[in-house]
């Protein structure tokens, strides 16, 4: 059976990857990552984790381990840092690989172009050993635009996108304080933030990005406004139509946070404006989910030719 290990085990992303490991019947951890848990069991994590997990160790020892896959749930920085092993798949779930320019990109793409791919499955299959694991707001933009880029005027798609507190991460930070993000609804990086150039990377063009800060814990939504001539829900039904993570909803129904929070799926809907002209493409996923780790596994399954969904939420609870 194929191993794992997780570096970085003890932040969101990493409990979300190990909780789809734990379901997972083709792969074994055999490294937790942590330097700030080194030593302890599992149960310091989360009680509910029992013994026959392996104890925390520092990162740098879990990288070591010689495991078949190494998922990186670290710091954009630090993950810039770490030396992929030769014989081992490895999935960055920062962002310190994603962007293939060789003018600013990581040495993953510079030194080794062969071995580095974007892994987004349903757009962009994984290829190599080393896997770009795309952002989450990139995620939901991209699956609602890539099938439609060809037949959209650039110049008009704007992506308004909202997430959860939880895609800040788990260090504290004043902007995901309670008492900032609760009864509250603000946009921040206008203009800047990180995911932007991804996104311009895979579609080939730029767009006008915007993303805010929803006072809910996780889930992910991208509203996006396009012109074009082509019937869109056809491109998209044909794009994902054979997929099961990524659903192109019934006419008239809309994308809900509810549905896809705790899953591995992404929802879309496809409505028009009459008025203007204008198509509009929502997309909902869990941004740590399908914007994160249940993404990577989905990679990684791939990479080591294992049932796609194997370990995956493909739905969360009818209540």
């Keep these: ?36 848990l080194a030593g302890e069991t599992a149960a310091a994590l989360d009680v509910r984790l029992n013994g026959s997990l392996p104890r925390f ?3 740098e020892d879990a990288l070591a381990a010689g495991a078949d896959v ?3 749930c670290l710091s954009h920085e630090r993950s810039a840092a770490v030396e992929p092993p030769d014989d081992a798949v490895v999935v960055d779930l920062s962002g310190a690989h ?3 320019d060789p003018a600013v990109a990581h040495r993953w793409y510079s030194v080794a172009p062969g071995a580095w791919s974007y892994g987004l499955p349903e757009l962009f299959p994984p290829a190599g050993t080393l896997v ?42 004043s902007s995901s304080h309670a008492g900032f993000v609760l009864e509250n609804f603000s946009p921040y990086a206008i203009g800047a933030h990180r995911h932007a ?15 805010h800060l929803l006072p ?11 012109q074009t001539g082509e019937d ?21 129904v809309t994308p809900e946070l509810a549905r896809v929070q705790g899953t591995d799926a992404a929802e879309i809907g496809v409505f028009e404006d009459g008025a203007t002209g204008t198509t509009i493409v929502v997309c909902a996923l869990d941004n740590l989910g399908k914007g994160a780790a249940g993404q990577a596994v989905q990679n990684a399954n791939l990479l080591l030719g294992l049932d796609e969904s194997a370990g995956l939420r493909l739905s969360g609870v009818l209540v």
Aim: glycine residues 8%.
């Design 1 to 36: 059976m194929p191993t794992a290990a997780i570096l970085g085990a003890s932040g969101y992303a990493g409990q979300e990857t190990l909780d789809r490991l734990l379901r997972h019947p083709d792969l074994e951890v055999v490294a937790l990552g942590s330097d700030s």
């Design 57 to 59: 160790v520092p990162n």
């Design 70 to 72: 190494i998922f990186l």
């Design 98 to 100: 994603r962007l293939a």
């Design 132 to 173: 770009a694991n795309p952002g989450c707001y990139a995620t939901a933009a991209l699956l609602a635009l890539v099938p439609l880029a060809g037949a959209v005027d650039p110049a008009t798609v704007v992506v308004d996108a909202k997430s959860g507190v939880s895609g800040a991460g788990r260090e504290l930070k």
């Design 197 to 211: 150039p991804e996104i311009a990377q895979q579609l080939g063009f730029s767009v006008c990005f915007v993303p």
């Design 216 to 226: 809910v814990r996780r889930g992910l939504l991208a509203t996006c406004y396009v």
């Design 232 to 252: 869109a829900r056809a491109l998209l039904e044909d794009a994902y139509a054979t997929s099961d993570l990524v659903r192109v909803l019934p006419e008239g």
